[in-house]
Each structure stands twice: as C-alpha cells, then as structure tokens.
C-alpha cells in the first residue's frame, strides 16, 4: 500500500514537472521584452570585431568585402554573428576594446580577438598564431574598463557619452563565444583525441570561473555559444591525416566533431551548476553546434552547394591550403599579386577562409538562434534576461 502510494506520488511529480516545462516558455512571453542597452562580448575570432588587428595589423583584403567593402578587422567577408546581434538589439556594431581609433563604447565593448582561448598558451602568437588575449586576460581588461570608464565619465565633456554609465553595466547582456581554439591548439601540439579531452574539464573550470567573476562585477543575462563542430572545418579537413572510417555520412570527421561536442557536454553541465550557484543570472546556452552541423548538412539544399568549399582561398581539395590562405600575395615581376582571392559571390558559400563563415551563413545562423530554437532554455534573444 506504501509502495502504491510512494509510486502515485512520483508520478504526479514527474507529471507536474513536465507540466511546469511546458509552460515556462509561455509564462516567459508574457514578461515584457528585454532592453539591452549595451553588449559585452567575451571570444575569439568567431565573434572579433577587430580587437586582434587593432594590436598585431589590419587583415588584407578581401576581408570585409561584401559589407564594410574593406578589411573591418572580423575574420569574414562582412558581418558577423555578433554583429547581427548587435544589430537585433539596435545597437551599432560593437567596438574592440583594443581599439583606440574613433571608439565609442557608450553601447559596450568587444574583449574577443581572434585566435583567443579560454587556457593560456605556452607559446607566442608569432609561433603558433594563438592570441596572447586569453579568456582570463579579457576579463582584467573588462574590469580595468569598469572602473576607469566610471572616472573618465566623471571628467564630463565629450568622454561622458563615450563610455556607459553604471546602471547600463547590469543590464547589458554578456556574450561568450569561446573554446574552439582551445581543442584544434592541442591537435598542433601533435596530441592525442584522449590528451585533448582529458583538458577540457580544466578549461571549462577556468571558463566558469570567468563566468562567476563577471558575475561578481555585476553581469545577470549571460548568452554563452557552445563551440562549433571542427571536424567540419576544411582547415582540420586539409592538415590532418583522416582515413575514410572516420568521415561521417556530411563530410565531416567525426573524431574531432566529438571532441566539440564532448567540450559542449561539460559547458553545459557546467552551465546547469551556475544556473544555481548565481541566482540572480539569467543564462542561457546556445547550442551553435548543432546550427552549424544543421547549415552544412543542409548545404546544397539550401543552395549552397559544397559546405567544404572555400570562397576565399588558394588550390587544394576545399580551396584551402594552409600555407596561402584568404588574402595571400605574391610578387610577379616586381609586382604584387592577390593569389588567395574570394570566389564571385560569397552569398552562395558556407565557407570564407576554410576556418570561418560567410556573412551569408551567419546571417542564417542568426535567424536560428535568435528566435531560440537552439537555445537553452528555448527563449529569444529579446526575452534572455528573464531567469
């Protein structure tokens, strides 16, 4: 009889759980729509807007070609996801906080540059192309921005409008697109799958503790990317050994695609502790994986064609090879000659340089994620800041 009762008593919990489910997404659309008045964005090249070539030099063309119509310092031929966020909110494209030329943070600062990780590397951007802007070092400038930015808006005069006042620092939004470097800087130090994923846990315990130290300085509404699938990447493709066996039914090898989505398992994980830990967060994980395994499986459907080939690039199988990419020249008879230049039309590639997107594909991918469809839990951009 207590047996019966215990086991009717579960059932009607697991019932009103799944009920409560159900309408958590309902009972968020009846809450009024978010105002970010300002975006704080944490990454790498996914989502710099400039940061790395405000310190080490401007990307040739025909980087930025499609948008800016010249190099704008984003790894693409225009936008990026981050600035079709930006522009969702109605905010101007953010500016890199390394940059010191015509900036004007009033509406939040971009601390990404390419070739970014969440662990620090022991090396030099010179001799493994991996930024010296690690995660934790994004965070001390975004704090060094906090205070100083409160002091200088104090001196009143033009600098007043060019730097947030405190109120907007709570209710600005938090990106984080990071960790994909992480994974493909083990592979270039010759490691094993096994070595790789035995880090991971590491780097997402640095990844949260960056997370909870944001936090502290007053970040609530966090929109953190998982990390994309790297196997589907023809600059993996390209420059690893893969036999057929490890090829999936895409095109994508599927040891390295697992690898992300192991990385993916433990941010979530660790995503599902901070939603308790930080009561006052609003968190929400965006699986941009699945997006962009989903864009390319869906390629020559969506007109596309090839996911694996390259618009900017110079020969090989995916019109990629390492030793020239996008942009490259060389000289002929005293002349210097673009080698490594875009395809006719970008808008009709997944691929720009064989490591990042078109604006094209990330202008698709925006319309994924915005509406939440990839999202957990599955709000809208516009509804993120509700817990």
Known sequence: MESHRLKSTFLICKQL???????????IFSLPECKFPAVFNFGDSNSDTGGLSAVFGQLPPPYGQTYFHSPA????????????????????????????????????????????T???????????????????VQYVEFSNFLKRSQIIRERGDVFKNLFPPKEKISSALYTFDIGQNDLTAGYKLNLSTEQVKAYVPEVISQFKTTIKNVYALGGRTFWIHNTGPVGCLPYI???????????????????FNGVSQYFNQKLKETIIQLRNELQLAAITYVDIYS??????????????????????????????NNARRCGTTKMVKGKEILIAKSCKDPSTRILWDGIHFTEAANKWMYAKIVNGAFNDPPVPLNMACHI
Not at 291 to 310: E, N
């Open 17 to 27: 759980t799944f009920l409560l489910l159900l309408l958590q997404p309902i009972f």
């Open 73 to 116: 310092g984003r790894q693409c031929d225009g936008r990026l996801l981050m600035d079709f966020i930006a522009e969702g909110l109605g905010l101007p494209h953010l500016n890199p906080f390394l940059d010191s030329m015509g900036t004007n943070f009033s509406h939040g600062a971009n601390f990404a540059t390419a070739g970014s």
């Open 118 to 136: 969440i662990r620090r590397q022991n090396t030099t951007i010179f001799q493994s192309g991996y930024s010296p802007i690690s995660l934790d």
């Open 237 to 255: 493709l390209d420059t690893h050994l893969i036999t057929a066996a490890q090829v999936d039914k895409h095109g994508c090898a599927s040891t």
């Open 291 to 320: 997006v962009k395994y989903s864009l390319i499986a869906q390629s020559k459907k969506l007109g596309y064609g090839d996911p694996f080939l390259v618009c900017c690039g110079h020969g090989g199988r995916y019109n990629f």
